[in-house]
């Protein structure tokens, strides 16, 4: 099936062979340069697949991206200056001013040192946030142009098929354990979350939503291919057991995205596909479908309602509410500058102290807005704000339906978790816009 997958997405994909190949031919002791353009790719997929199961070990693929970077650019004299590159036989497309942003983004952390007191603990912080910093500068001074468009959707459609795969083996895994006995299977099944996820659920809701964007991305490219009599029957599987995982792992936040998610796809359809009829009969098929899941999920379909209603009431009695109503209580008192990349933290920790237990464990703010705010002041918000506004204007241009919607699904995350400040989270974003600039800007001329 890969072998077929692979053969279906590259079938078209344009490789570039520059004029002066045997110039770098004759670079010893490699004699030819494939073998690192190979390793590039291939360290750019394995960090994708590797995500959902440990961002340790994405760090370490990215690690020998970057050393698979350094050993090409120096040996083939292809290192690009933002866009200039040093044997000046030819120049990139601009540099995506979403991935300055991401830059600018680490250097105001770094900045906000100066006015931090715990120092170490930001030191931490800088050092955990690095990637934000390095991916987009490897994108600015590298030669990206053996990595296609269609390189990048194999990747794409390898990380969904995992994720299936992965749903599968978790569901029959968590059912063999089902007692006839004991509870209803469905009610069973939901019951047993923690079984599904490797990580935590709001970051899995967010795998499994950009999978999601994906598909729906690819139907049109699948309905014109000469293998989709293949390809269709495993998108619709893949986008099955999607939203099946994301219903297994109970994220009240991944549901609400995938009911928004739904709804931008509707409009998709109506509005720029104007493809009214099939709209209507999506709509329809929505409504039975969360009719459906109203009756046999009555107990999932209350606690996303209660989320719904708590959050347009701020009520304060769900946990999340009042952590965020305590994280804003630390805004109002530094508006401008905010804490610092070291104060983060220590400064939420008097609103869940006790006397009895000074040290008590204590929250991230669980809304990335919030959090930057707190952390980085006015500047940091605004900052974060136009990384997420930027690339939507960026994917709406280029009608890129993937990214918008990975983009959206991104921004609704971080209203209900603080994305960027774990690993399983800044790591994703920074890989995700990093693909999303190979996938566009740099290979418009190539035709790909």
């Known amino acids: 099936m890969v072998r077929a997958l692979s053969q279906w997405v590259l079938s078209d994909a344009k490789f570039y062979a520059p004029q002066n190949f045997q110039i770098y031919m004759s ?5 030819t340069a494939h073998w690192t353009e190979t390793a590039e790719i291939g360290c750019i997929a394995a960090m994708l697949l590797s995500i959902p199961f440990s961002s340790g070990v994405t760090l370490a693929f990215a690690a020998a991206w970057l050393l698979t970077l350094i050993l090409k650019n120096s040996l083939l004299k292809r290192w690009s ?8 036989s030819y120049q990139n497309d601009k540099t995506p001013v979403f991935l300055y942003l991401m830059m600018a983004y680490w250097l105001l952390y770094c900045v906000s040192m100066l006015w931090t007191e715990n120092k170490e603990q930001g030191g931490v912080e800088i050092g955990s946030l690095v990637w934000m910093f390095v991916f987009p500068l490897m994108y600015a001074v590298t030669d990206f142009r053996q990595v296609t468009k269609q390189h990048v959707r194999l990747m794409l459609w390898l990380f969904v098929v995992e994720m299936s795969v992965l749903f599968i083996v978790r569901f029959v895994v968590v059912a063999s354990r089902y007692n006839p006995d004991d509870d209803d299977f469905i009610w069973y099944m939901m019951t047993q979350a923690n079984e599904f996820y490797i990580i935590h659920h709001s970051y899995m809701a967010l795998y499994l939503l950009t999978g999601l964007a994906f598909l729906y991305s690819e139907i049109w490219k699948v309905k014109q291919s000469e293998k989709k009599k293949l390809m269709m029957p495993l998108l619709t599987v893949c986008a099955c057991c999607l939203v099946l995982f994301l219903l297994c792992i109970n994220s009240r936040a991944g549901l609400l995205c995938l009911l928004l998610m739904v709804a931008m796809c509707l409009a998709h359809l109506a509005f720029v596909r104007k493809m009214y009829k099939l ?17 046999v999920l009555p107990e999932h379909f209350r606690n996303l309602s209660k989320t719904v209603t ?7 009695s769900d946990g999340r509410i009042e952590i965020m109503g305590n994280a804003f209580q630390v805004v109002k008192e530094n508006p401008l500058l905010g804490v610092g990349a070291g104060d983060r933290l220590d400064v939420l920790r008097p609103f869940y102290a006790t006397p009895e237990n000074p040290n008590e464990s204590f929250y991230n703010p669980h809304n990335q807005y919030l959090d930057t705010w707190m952390t980085t002041g006015v500047v940091g918000l605004l900052l974060m704000l136009a990384l997420m506004l930027v690339p939507m204007v960026y994917a709406w241009h280029r009608k890129n339906i993937f990214m918008l919607l990975t983009i959206m699904m991104i921004a609704v995350s971080m209203l209900f978790e603080s994305m960027l400040e774990r690993q399983m989270g800044y790591v994703f974003v920074a890989l995700i816009m990093t693909l999303f600039a190979i996938d566009g800007e740099k290979i418009q001329k190539l035709g790909c």
Do not use: M, N
């Open 81 to 88: 200056f933002f866009g200039f590159h040093q044997d000046k």
């Open 279 to 295: 709209g209507a009969v999506s709509l329809v098929v929505v409504v039975l479908l969360a009719a459906s899941f109203h009756f």
């Open 27 to 31: 670079y010893q002791p490699f004699h």
């Open 310 to 316: 708590q959050l347009v009431s701020g009520d304060t």
